[in-house]
């Protein structure tokens, strides 16, 4: 009997060029891509990629030191509970159009936590 794999936490990497990013971390370390969402100028905004059971989100560049998303079942109350223990919210809790409820803080050192129900 399978059981299936309920991930909750996927690392967010920053990248100058996800793309280039991609072929290398395939080709170095055998991760395939899941999946690579584009903007109209054909730049990779956001990627997923695959390793073993295991799944790393890439993006563009960030600032802060780290970023780190979790899926939650509960996102509302989630945000409750961070906002009433002070976290900074700089993304508001909200419905995507990928089909996530979300929301986004930054912890003590600037760390980005993005909390939603989106499950790759």
């Known amino acids: 009997m399978t059981s299936e794999i309920r991930r909750t936490l996927y690392p967010l990497i920053g990248s100058a060029d996800p793309a280039r990013s991609m072929a290398w971390l395939e ?3 055998g991760f395939t891509e899941i999946a690579a969402h584009r903007d109209d100028t054909g730049a990779i905004v956001h990627a997923e990629m695959r390793f073993d059971t295991g799944i790393i989100m890439l993006g563009a560049a960030k600032t802060a030191p780290a970023a780190i998303y979790v899926a939650v079942d509960d996102p509302d109350a989630h945000h409750d509970r961070a906002k009433a223990a002070g976290a900074e ?32």
Do not use: H
């Open 27 to 29: 080709k170095a370390f």
């Open 89 to 120: 919210i700089f993304r508001p809790l909200a419905d995507q159009d990928y089909g996530s409820r979300d929301y986004a803080a930054r912890d003590p050192d600037g760390n980005e936590w993005y909390f939603g129900t989106y499950r790759p």
